[in-house]
C-alpha cells in the first residue's frame, strides 16, 4: 500500500525529485560546495593561493606540458593539518620550469626552460645531504592551461570557487537576518513603524547596488570579508518587503488570531506560527540572491575592489585577463566566466525549481 507524503515540506521534495533540471543544478552547486571547501585537496598547486609564479611559461595554452624541479624549501615554517587543509600548504616546493636535468655525484645540472630549446641556460644546483634527497622531476600537465604570470589556472579556478560559493551563503545569510527581521516588525506591527521602514526601505533601494556596495568596501576596506559584509548589507531589502507582504497577509488568518486570542508573545506568534508559513518565497528569493550576490563580487573583483591580491577571484581572472581577448588567447577571460556564469545559472535553476516545488497551486 503505497502512502502520499500529507505534509507541504514533502510535498515539495517529492515535486522538486521529479525536477531533473533543478536536480542537477543542486548536485552541481554541492559539487561546487565540496570543491570550495577543500579546494587544497584537488589543486595541483597546493601553495597558499596557488601563487607559484612560472614567467618562463606564462600564458601556454590548456593541456601544455612542462617538466617542474621541485626543491624542498630550506627552513619550513610550522603548521598544522587542519591549516594546510584549508589554506594551502606553506612549505609547499619550490619550483622551476627545465627542459632537462643531469645529477652528478653532489650537484644537480639543470637547463632552464626556454620555448626554443636551441637557447640553453644552465644552473648548478649543489646536493648536500647523503641521507635524503631535496629535490624531483615532474612531468605536469597544465590541463586549463598558465596565466600571465605562469601560474596553474586550473588550480587559481578551483580556488576561486572559495570566493564566489561562500560569498553567496555569508551575503545570503545576513540579508536574512536583517531582512526577516526587518519585514516581520514592518508587516506585523504596521502603523508608522511600518511607514518608517518602508521609507527606509525606499531610500535604500533607490540606491544603485554596485555604488552601495563600492561605498560600504571603501568605508569597511579592501578585503575577503569586507566584500561579503558589504554586499549582505545590500541585499536584504528584497527580502524585508517579502517578509512583510506575506505577514501582512498572514495576520489576518484564523491561526494568528487563535494565537492572540490563547495569549501568546508577538514575539512568539511571528516565529512559531507565522514564519514557519510563509518560509517558501523567502527560499525562492534567497536562491536568486546567491546567484546576485556571485555576479555583484564578480563585478566588484573587476573593478579592483574585491578580495585583494593574490588571493584568487573570478572577477579578478577576468579583469587580468580581458585584453588577451585580441591576442588570440580568449580562453584566459572565457574560463572564469563560464564559471560564473554556470554557478550563476545552476543557483538560478534550483529558485526555479523551488518556486514549481513550493507552489501549492500545481
Keep these: ?123 648548478k644546483i649543489p646536493i648536500h645531504t647523503k641521507t635524503k634527497e631535496h629535490y624531483f622531476v615532474e612531468n605536469r600537465t597544465f590541463y586549463l592551461g598558465t596565466d600571465k604570470y605562469g601560474r596553474d589556472l586550473l588550480s587559481r579556478m578551483l580556488i576561486g570557487t572559495r570566493i564566489s560559493f561562500f560569498i553567496g551563503f555569508i551575503a545570503v545569510f545576513i540579508s536574512l537576518v536583517i531582512g526577516i527581521s526587518i519585514g516581520s516588525i514592518a508587516g506585523y506591527f504596521g502603523g508608522k513603524i511600518d511607514t518608517f521602514i518602508m521609507w527606509l526601505i525606499n531610500v535604500t533601494w533607490s540606491i544603485p547596488t554596485l555604488l552601495m556596495v563600492i561605498a560600504i568596501t571603501l568605508a569597511l576596506g579592501k578585503g575577503f570579508w569586507q566584500v561579503f559584509i558589504a554586499v549582505g548589507l545590500t541585499m536584504w531589502v528584497e527580502v524585508a518587503r517579502v517578509v512583510r507582504g506575506q505577514i501582512m497577509s498572514a495576520k489576518q488568518q484564523q491561526y494568528v488570531e487563535a494565537a492572540n486570542a490563547l495569549g501568546y508573545s508577538n514575539f512568539r506568534i511571528i516565529t512559531k506560527h507565522i514564519l514557519p508559513n510563509i518560509m517558501g518565497p523567502v527560499i525562492v528569493i534567497s536562491a536568486a540572491n546567491f546567484a546576485a550576490a556571485i555576479l555583484i563580487e564578480s563585478g566588484l573583483s573587476f573593478l579592483g575592489v574585491g578580495a585583494q591580491p593574490p588571493t584568487p577571484s573570478w572577477g579578478a581572472m577576468i579583469k587580468d585577463h580581458y585584453n588577451y581577448i585580441i591576442l588570440g588567447k580568449a580562453y584566459l577571460a572565457v574560463i572564469p566566466g563560464l564559471a560564473i556564469m554556470s554557478l550563476v545559472m545552476a543557483f538560478m535553476l534550483i529558485g526555479n525549481a523551488l518556486r514549481d516545488a513550493l507552489d501549492v497551486k500545481n
Design 1 to 123: 500500500m503505497d502512502t502520499k507524503p500529507t505534509s507541504l515540506g514533502k510535498l515539495a521534495y517529492k515535486k522538486f525529485k521529479k525536477n531533473k533540471i533543478g536536480l542537477f543544478s543542486f548536485w552541481y552547486v554541492v559539487l561546487c560546495g565540496i570543491i570550495a571547501v577543500f579546494a587544497y585537496l584537488f589543486t595541483p598547486d597546493n601553495s597558499p593561493n596557488a601563487n607559484k609564479m612560472h614567467l618562463e611559461i606564462h600564458t601556454r595554452k590548456p593541456f601544455f606540458k612542462a617538466k617542474i624541479l621541485h626543491q624542498e624549501k630550506p627552513q619550513k615554517e610550522n603548521q598544522s593539518f587542519v591549516n594546510k587543509l584549508f589554506f594551502g600548504d606553506k612549505n609547499a616546493t619550490l619550483e622551476t620550469p627545465i627542459n632537462a636535468f643531469l645529477k652528478t655525484k653532489d650537484t644537480l645540472i639543470i637547463d632552464l626552460y626556454s620555448e626554443n630549446k636551441a637557447i640553453v641556460k644552465q644552473e
